[in-house]
């Protein structure tokens, strides 16, 4: 299947599954979604990412996270910048995703980081998503 945004796509996966309460989602993988679902890992939203073979394509299992066995860990994700409507910010203008509670998600000249790590390197770049 053609999709004209893979990273809402995958997002949107998350969200679905999370909400539906499944244990593990698979998502076609590529190296954006690699870096997003890294970030995820490290930041605490998703238990585990690994890649596997299946059949001539790549994809990516992402096991989620829940508190207590019930409520999942990710409680929103929001794509920002898309294909119609592309959204920068300067190394000054990059926002807090309420209060501090939640990370963005940021496609840098070094790299696809965390809000935190963009600030901290100084650096500007495309937003791509919020999670909290």
């Given amino acids: 299947m053609n999709v004209s945004d893979p990273i809402a796509d995958m ?7 999370s909400r539906a309460r499944h244990n593990e989602v698979v998502v076609p993988a590529s190296r954006t979604k690699r870096e997003i679902a890294r970030i995820l890992r490290e930041e605490g939203f998703v238990a585990d990412v690994r890649e596997a073979q299946q059949g001539p394509a790549i994809v990516l299992h992402i ?19 898309k294909p119609g409507l592309r959204v920068y910010a300067r190394k000054t203008e990059i926002p ?3 209060g501090g509670l939640g990370i963005v998600i940021v496609s840098t000249s070094q790299g696809i980081m965390t809000g935190a790590q963009a600030r901290k390197a100084q650096l500007g770049g495309e937003i791509l998503a919020y999670v909290w």
Wanted: no cysteine; glycine share 6%.
């Fill in 96 to 98: 807090r995703v309420l």
């Fill in 63 to 81: 096991a989620l996270k829940y508190v207590d066995g019930k409520a999942p860990v990710v409680s929103g994700l929001k794509r920002i910048s």
């Fill in 11 to 17: 997002l949107t996966r998350i969200r679905n599954a």
